[in-house]
């Protein structure tokens, strides 16, 4: 079997579908040395780059019409098996459209917000549309996805859509330093951790007024990410918590793993933003963290639900609920036999779970078997 994947999000750009875009073929790759798996990466670079038994191909993106000319090309050219987008717009319309038209299988993953939102121009709602109905299968990334993209767009057959949760491996670490060091936080501060955008949907500015809550200076907050800093720089200095939240911008990705090491708790607190129709899919970095032994406080919004083992794991608060996040910080911190009993069960639950066998082995049988 050949496999082709297609993206436009991919490392070293940083966040959930960027990890997915690299680590779905890369697996695949290196589970079935028997296929040949190669992925095509539309950004700003050009080149190619081998990792382990994956091919990787960078082209530049020019323009969607030349992007749409180069997807052509690749599939006319490759004789694929299978072809797989992983990311929706603009790629996922070229793959769909002509691997339509060469007649080879095409396979979409959806994350949230892209099959929620109604937002954008008349002219992306309609090839988002085209790209759902010539697509021959849709892999959601949660139940949650999957609910809402039928909710949204009634006219899919629910047979051609598989949930496949992503897979998750140890984060390898490049340079390693103490996090802790770094921002001068001693060994029996409490640790919470953030790690996603900062916009208000992803729960920072909740997550900041939950450790003022706590009422404990012993409780810290690491901030990592990009975005509105600005504004959470200074709703912090107005509340005077400076001396326990720190912001340490965006983090290169073979530098996190510091981070989880450093954290005694992980929590991005989100919500769904109804003016922008964003929602979060599931959610990777809660699942690094537990596969590093660091308990989770999530919300009950999108598919954020299932990658904690709640009141096993980590906890489940209601979205925007201040009080009930500062009340699991404490209690994580305060219990520590609570605490070390979650701590093992986080690594347990995610390699029992989230492995990539288990996900490579849902995709395989449909780009095998197609759609039952």
Wanted: hydrophobic share 40%.
């Amino acid at each position: 079997m050949k496999i082709g994947y297609f993206t436009n999000n991919f490392p070293p750009r940083i966040g959930g579908v960027a990890t997915y875009s690299f680590e779905l073929p890369y697996f695949m790759a290196q589970n079935h040395p028997e296929i040949e798996v190669g992925v095509f990466v539309f950004g700003k670079e050009e080149g190619t780059e081998t990792k382990g038994n994956l091919k990787i191909t960078r082209l530049k993106k020019n323009s969607p019409l030349s992007m749409g000319k180069e997807v052509a090309k690749i599939i006319a050219k490759n004789k694929f098996d299978v072809v797989h987008t992983t990311t929706f717009f603009p790629t996922g319309f070229f793959v769909a459209l002509f691997a339509k038209i060469f007649r080879v299988k095409s396979h979409l993953t959806v994350y949230g917000t892209e099959v929620v939102t109604n937002r954008g121009r008349l002219i992306t709602k309609i090839v988002q549309y085209l790209t759902l109905i010539l697509v021959s299968h849709i892999f959601p990334f949660s139940q949650s996805t999957n609910n809402l993209m039928f909710k949204r767009h009634k006219h899919l057959n629910k047979k051609k859509a598989t949930v496949a949760c992503p897979g998750i491996s140890q984060l390898e670490i490049n340079k390693k330093y103490s996090v802790r060091d770094k921002f001068n936080i001693k060994g029996d501060d409490f640790v919470v951790l953030f790690v996603g955008r900062l916009v208000e949907r992803k729960g920072a500015f909740d997550l900041i007024n939950a450790v003022k809550k706590t009422g404990d200076e012993k409780v810290k907050l690491i901030l990592v990410g990009g975005g509105e800093r600005k504004k959470l720089e200074k709703h912090v200095s107005e509340n005077n918590l400076n001396n326990q939240i720190y912001f340490a911008g965006s983090v290169p990705r073979e530098e996190i793993l510091n981070y989880y090491f450093s954290a005694d708790v992980f929590s991005m607190p989100s919500f769904f933003d109804t003016n922008l129709e964003d929602i979060e899919g599931l959610g990777i970095v809660y699942l690094e963290a537990q596969i590093n032994g660091v308990p989770v406080i999530g919300t009950s919004s999108g598919g954020i639900p299932e990658a904690i083992d709640d009141n096993k794991s980590g906890f489940v608060v209601e979205p925007r609920d201040v009080l009930a996040l500062s009340e699991k910080i404490n209690i994580l911190k305060n219990d520590k036999k609570l605490y070390e009993r979650m701590s093992q069960a986080a690594k347990d639950f995610v390699k029992k779970e989230f492995s990539w066998q288990k996900n490579n082995d849902k995709h395989l049988e449909i780009y095998k078997n197609g759609s039952k």
